[in-house]
């Protein structure tokens, strides 16, 4: 599903067997094997023949299946995207996108196939081509930002309030947002910190990012949590499809909470929100 | 030809001169009548020295012959010296034919392998790891061992089935009357529950000290009314190896993940409440579950009655936050641990005998509401080897698994569900260790199996939202990954047995055919 | 698949020598000869022969030399392993 739950893609090295067959206990929402940074060249084949074998035979359990392929003007690019889209691959992430050419680009390969696009954007001329990049095609589903191949483009130096970091996790937001699609920031590389994590993913999320790059299991969990509804938001959700109820057994096309109107994505939010909830076990499942 | 006992496992009919009993059940044997006594020593006279000069001097006195029976506990663990030292000078003594009683041995036991393939010790009763376990497999023995848990162990001497001729007693500090304790030193090991029962029933009692205080030595947990000598030596053990400097929680995302459901499950039972108790250890799973329901008691502000341990820095920071209310204490394994024991009077050293004994009038075990252990294999009527790999080989001992499974209210096995390829779970375990009818659920990160024997759980989590279901499904589900694996194989030759803590045999290993 | 199965006589090598990986070597050879050193040789050497002659079977190759150093590898990471190095054997 294009906007399924994607709160955090957890990378896992695509060359490195031992903990692939426990991708279902991670429960992150989507897993990205990858066979570009976390794969040096002379294992680039060994790498993309285990990914094929994995995709084929390990148990995700609810986790979205994806792929960090190579750039296609790499050797291994174009063999990397042929492996993922014959088997099954649900989400295809890019790394260093700059321009729409690089998304239309691959749509030649892909065919009819239900397959989504992740762009990640790593550098200062993909910032600011974000939303012709957002927009390139109906596949691409999740904008995601990198801020360590970013940093360095700039020639700025990562602090950890990240001021260099803001317009471009602005862009990125702006960009997904007004394609209607999801954006999910860069990753929290000290996995030690458990604090300076949280605090950076309520930062992403007040942002208004909907997920986070991960780089340990033990993130997922923290991460999660800081992405679930408040408890102001539930009473919200659920007021809105109250609302949303009346009007569709009135026969009504307008949906009012009091005197406002609420329009059709702000109703769809309200449904993600209690999904969420009931799958985070903050409320009951009711009809 | 042999005995087919109630599991279904056959056992030779007598070893080692004696006659076996099967086992017929946890709770079916009648015990023997009265627990035996040792001779009455010549009394000291006043102010008689005890203090010797050398180990070899202890051996002399003590009048440890060929065919002599020698305990040690392991408080030490890896990094004890004093079996080897004892064991040396036994050696050099040219002493043979020894039947060793240690509480446990550990893989810096290695040097007893030459001695066992010399004949200088004849057979291990008790425990044995790594190296020594290997050893056994392979037939190196002359006689048939036998492993025995830590409450087992304490009913045997009791019950005169192990007679102690001379038990040598690591100290890490003592008094030259033979007042001793581990609760400090520069050796310190916390407590020394594991020697008491030797102290009181072995015939000859030496204490082996780095650390010779004056008297009288306190605190205490070895009496001087049960010494015979004294000796010191320079060095007791490693330090580092003794307690290390701090335990961690694992950080493997399959242990974290077990342990979570473990705790899930007893908190959706019902079981984590004001006032209950839990016994734990220091491996990561067991580490991590108490981590997990040291965060439920937080939150919720409900406290535990005690904690049996196993301890580590983990549940001394529980017990100072005040959501235990008292730590008893089998052994420590880290710096904080000992510090506690030392200086909280909440923090309580307990004897094996208190702890896990089948023969009292009942121990701390039995009072304990869950308990967390672990498990090479388990199989589908929920009997549990922690004894052997699924190779066949004896590496590990028995410790409290049975006496903690007998006697906790629940009793939960936590464990990967497969190790190296290798299914934790199968048809029939390669040995039993531990019978399935004190096992009461199985947990591992695939799906968690609940003994059909246990209905009031079974009705309790009936809407629970955990991967609860039958242990073949989770076999299912693990052999259609790993592949099945095939049986090893083993000669007719019995060199071990395994026996439960009633005193009867629950299984019998074999010399492995390779 | 790769219906050319001339295997070059440098042979081909791939994997990790790693908890829950192998290495797979093949070579060019005049007959079949498999060799498996594994550490769970004694539950599992049916069943990683077996794999590896399927996978042999799939890629058309009917004689070659090969070795596996295997800690632990599930089947799919054999079979991953060993089609890795047909292929730079190739």
């Known amino acids: 599903m294009k906007d399924r739950l994607r709160r955090t893609r957890l990378y896992i090295p695509g060359n490195n067997p031992s903990i692939m067959h426990n991708i279902a206990i991670f429960e992150a929402d989507t897993v990205i094997l990858d066979l570009e940074d976390a794969v040096a060249p002379p294992d680039k084949d060994a790498a993309r023949i285990l990914v094929k074998y994995a995709l084929k035979n390990v148990d995700f359990g609810k986790t979205e299946k994806g792929v960090r392929i190579n750039p296609l003007n790499t050797p291994y690019g174009k063999d990397d995207l ?44 993909g910032i600011l081509n974000a939303p012709e990049i957002a927009t390139a095609s109906e596949r691409v589903a999740l904008l995601c930002f990198g801020a360590e191949d970013f940093t360095k483009d700039i020639g700025a130096e990562r602090t950890r309030e990240g001021k260099e970091l803001f317009l471009a996790r602005q862009m990125i937001v702006l960009a997904a947002k007004s394609a209607g699609i999801q954006a999910s920031d860069t990753v929290f590389s000290d996995i030690n910190d458990l604090d ?14 909907d997920g986070k790059g991960v780089i340990h299991p033990s993130q997922i969990k923290p991460i999660h949590e800081v992405f679930a509804p408040t408890e102001e938001e539930i009473d919200y959700a659920k007021k809105v499809l109250d609302a949303f109820k009346e009007a569709e057994e009135k026969g009504s096309g307008v949906v009012a909470l009091g005197r406002k109107m609420i329009d059709k994505p702000v109703v769809e939010r309200a449904k993600r929100i209690i999904k969420l909830a009931e799958t985070m076990g903050l409320l009951k499942k009711e009809n | ?76 663990r890896d990094g004890d010296y004093v079996v080897n030292m004892v064991m040396e000078e036994i050696k050099r003594m040219g002493i043979k034919d020894v039947v060793l009683f240690p509480s446990a041995l550990f893989p810096v036991h290695k040097p007893l392998v030459e001695m066992i393939e010399k004949g200088i010790i004849r057979r291990i009763e008790g425990s044995m790891n790594g190296p020594v376990g290997d050893a056994c497999s392979h037939g190196k023995f002359h006689d048939i061992c036998i492993l025995r848990s830590h409450g087992g162990r304490v009913r045997a001497i009791k019950a005169g089935d192990i007679h102690i001729d ?43 000290t780095d650390n010779l205080v004056p008297y009288p030595c306190h605190p205490f947990t070895i009496e001087s009314t049960n010494v015979d000598y004294v000796v010191k030596v320079d060095s007791i053990g490693d330090p580092n190896k003794i307690v290390s400097g701090t335990t961690r929680i694992t950080r493997s995302p399959t242990r974290l993940k077990i342990a979570e459901y473990a705790v899930r499950f007893l908190d959706e039972a019902g079981i984590i409440s004001d006032g209950f108790s839990f016994q734990t250890g220091a491996g990561g799973i067991s580490l991590a579950a108490t981590k997990f329901i040291g965060d439920i008691m937080r939150e919720r502000g409900i406290k535990a009655s005690f904690v049996l341990g196993g301890v580590t820095k983990l549940i001394v920071d529980l017990l100072n936050e005040g959501l235990i209310n008292v730590l008893l204490d089998g052994q420590l394994f880290d710096e904080a641990a000992c510090d506690s024991l030392l200086n909280d009077s909440n923090h309580i050293e307990v004897s094996v005998e208190l702890s896990y004994d089948i ?136 060199i071990a047995l395994i026996e439960y803590r009633d005193g009867t045999i629950i299984d019998a290993v074999r010399e492995v055919s390779e | 698949m790769s219906v050319n199965n001339l295997l070059s006589p440098q042979g081909g090598v791939c994997g990790r020598d790693e908890k829950s990986d192998c290495i797979a070597e093949i070579y060019a050879f005049d007959h079949l000869e498999i060799k498996i050193h594994s550490k769970v040789e004694k539950f599992f050497k049916e069943q990683i022969e077996n794999t590896i002659k399927t996978v042999l079977k799939e890629n058309g190759i009917k004689t070659a030399k090969v070795i596996l150093k295997d800690n632990g590898a599930l089947d799919w990471v054999i079979r991953a392993r060993l089609e890795c190095a047909i292929r730079r054997a190739t």
């Not at chain 1, 989400?91 to 700059?98: D, G, R």
């Not at chain 2, 520069?186 to 020697?195: A, N, V």
């Open chain 1, 82 to 125: 042929e492996m993922a889209i014959e088997n099954e691959c649900e989400i295809i992430f890019l790394p260093k996108v700059e321009n729409a050419s690089d998304i239309t680009n691959i749509e030649g390969y892909l065919g009819k196939r239900e397959v989504w696009l992740a762009p990640i954007i790593e550098s200062a001329r």
């Open chain 1, 196 to 209: 300076g994590l949280i605090n950076e993913t309520k930062l992403a999320k007040s942002l208004g990012f």
């Open chain 2, 1 to 76: 030809m042999g005995i087919i006992n109630k599991l279904g496992r056959e056992i030779p009919e007598e070893a080692n001169g004696k006659k076996l009993i099967p086992f017929k059940g946890a709770f079916s044997r009648k015990p023997q009548e009265k627990t035996v006594g040792r001779k009455i020593p010549i009394p000291k006279k006043p102010h008689e020295k005890k203090l010797l000069k050398s180990i070899r001097e202890a051996i002399e006195k003590c009048g440890v012959k060929d065919g002599a029976h020698i305990s040690f506990h392991h408080h030490l």
């Open chain 2, 166 to 208: 001379c038990a040598f007693i690591a100290a890490s500090a003592a008094d030259e009357f033979g007042n001793a304790t581990g609760v400090f030193g520069k050796s310190r090991f916390g407590p020394l529950g594991f020697s008491l029962v030797d102290s009181q029933y072995a015939d000859k009692v030496v204490i082996i």
């Open chain 2, 359 to 494: 023969h009292s009038k009942g121990c701390i075990a039995n009072m304990i509401d869950v308990a967390f252990l672990g498990a090479t294999e388990v199989d589908f009527d929920f009997n549990v080897n922690v004894n052997t790999h699924s190779d066949g080989l004896l590496l590990h001992g028995i410790g409290g698994h049975q006496d903690a499974a007998a006697g906790a209210g629940i009793t939960m096995i936590t464990v990967p569900s497969f190790r190296n390829r290798l299914p934790i779970l199968k048809e029939k375990v390669t040995t039993v260790t531990t019978p399935g009818e004190t096992i009461d659920v199985v947990v591992t990160e695939m799906g968690i199996a609940i003994n059909p024997g246990r209905k009031d759980l079974i009705k309790k989590m009936k809407n629970s939202t955990l991967p609860i279901m039958s242990i073949k499904d989770i076999y299912k589900k693990i052999i259609d990954i790993t592949g099945k694996p095939a049986e090893p194989a083993f000669k007719d030759r019995v």
